[in-house]
């Protein structure tokens, strides 16, 4: 006769259970404004801008790198960072803006103001074709060749909703922008610093020490718990590789300081990489001289986009480009947790910006209408 088991025994007394459990996945850090990532479990922030969120995988993945090539004027690029802060500030995230030119506390009034009445109808209504009229003539003009073809979805956004909408055309109200926590760094104000050892201009060395200092004095790499509850860090850094900043990389084919932004954003990516913080960078890439400086500049960032204006450029008098204001270009997108990354469906993409609102857009041009035709 077999000797009774206890563990048997034990486990009928306290209703059948066994001593197999059910494997789960362990609980997600829960940040306001944050969401997992559906690729690859990252927690990701929103960029302000939805498209934007949509053609680099969703959003921006805490502990990563945003790098925004400027364009010629320095006004769509300053206008994604201007984003980018807002909606930090609507999700109660802590900020930390750095900036050699203009003051950091002149870029911040000048946040665009979030839409909250309406933005589901706003956004549905937007992105719904107007029924065409029988009676406009050039509705008429374009039917008899193109009213079999499918229309083509040029907005781009996702079935779930992520991130705020904001009104270009507003700024933000001052007691939202106030309740903010906001760290500001002006270059112009800093003392400049004597490190001899440091491979790093006096700028970029008390910007590290600056960020250091405020992800761990507020607890943002761990090593001190935060005070309430957890929270992401927003870094703004406006137009590095100037020369305002000490750099020469913008001047001159064969930079003294060639390895100097390439440096600083190895160390800042070290910075990112254990904290829970997120980072915008835009860099003036069309005055950079040397290519190959530019091409390691992009290498050491997670993601890469590149924004080309029409503005002073052939392309603004262009008929093919009326309804756009510049292309975007996706440089680089981060592989996080695997070996590939998520790859957009299309790698033709524009940006114009509306009355209130800062959209990109698959490029579409429009058919050729031309009566003229060439035979064969």
């Known amino acids: 006769m077999a000797a009774p088991v206890r563990g048997m025994i034990g486990s009928t007394s306290i209703g059948n259970t066994t001593s197999f459990q059910k494997k789960t996945r362990s609980k997600l850090v829960s940040i306001p404004g944050t969401r997992p990532s559906v690729q690859n479990g990252q927690l990701l922030v929103s960029s302000g801008v939805s498209s934007l969120d949509y053609v680099i995988g969703g959003g921006l993945a805490v502990g990563t790198l945003l790098l925004v090539e400027e364009d ?53 209504s937007e992105g719904q074709s107007q029924p065409s009229d029988p009676e406009n003539p050039d509705t008429m003009k374009i039917a008899w060749r193109y009213q079999n073809q499918p229309k083509v979805q040029t907005a781009l956004a996702s079935s779930v909703r992520f991130g705020h909408y904001y009104d270009v055309s507003k700024t933000m109200e001052p007691e939202l922008r106030q309740a903010a926590k906001c760290h500001s760094f002006y ?18 060395h008390s910007l590290l020490k600056s960020i250091q200092t405020v992800i761990r004095k507020e607890g943002f790499d761990g090593s001190t718990p935060q005070s309430k509850v957890r929270n992401v860090l927003r870094l703004g850094l406006h137009s590095l590789g100037s ?8 001047c001159k084919d064969n930079p003294a300081h060639c390895h100097a932004l390439t440096t600083f954003l190895y160390i800042l990516r070290g910075l990112l990489r254990t904290s829970l913080s ?30 080309e204006s029409f503005k002073g450029s052939e392309k603004e008098t262009n008929p093919l480009y009326k309804d756009y204001h510049g292309l975007l270009h996706v440089r680089q997108l981060p592989r996080l947790n695997c070996l590939s990354c998520e790859v957009p469906d299309t790698k033709d993409l524009a940006f114009k910006l509306k009355r209130k609102q800062f959209t990109i857009e698959r490029l579409h041009l429009p058919p050729d209408l031309s009566e003229t035709t060439v035979s064969p």
């Open 243 to 250: 020369v305002l900043w000490g750099d020469d990389v913008c």
């Open 278 to 307: 997120v980072a915008m960078v835009t860099v003036p890439s069309h005055l950079t001289q040397n290519r190959a400086v530019m091409g390691r500049i992009i290498r050491l960032s997670d993601t890469a986009i590149a924004l």
């Open 187 to 204: 270059q112009l104000q800093e003392t400049p610093v004597v490190t001899a050892s440091s491979p790093l201009p006096s700028p970029y």
């Open 72 to 124: 010629r004027y320095d006004s769509y690029s300053r206008m994604l960072l201007k984003y980018f802060l807002a909606e930090g500030v609507v999700c109660g995230h802590e900020l930390f803006l750095a900036s050699a030119r203009d003051h950091p506390d002149d870029i911040m009034q000048e946040l665009p103001s979030p839409i909250v009445d309406d933005v589901a109808g706003m956004k549905i």
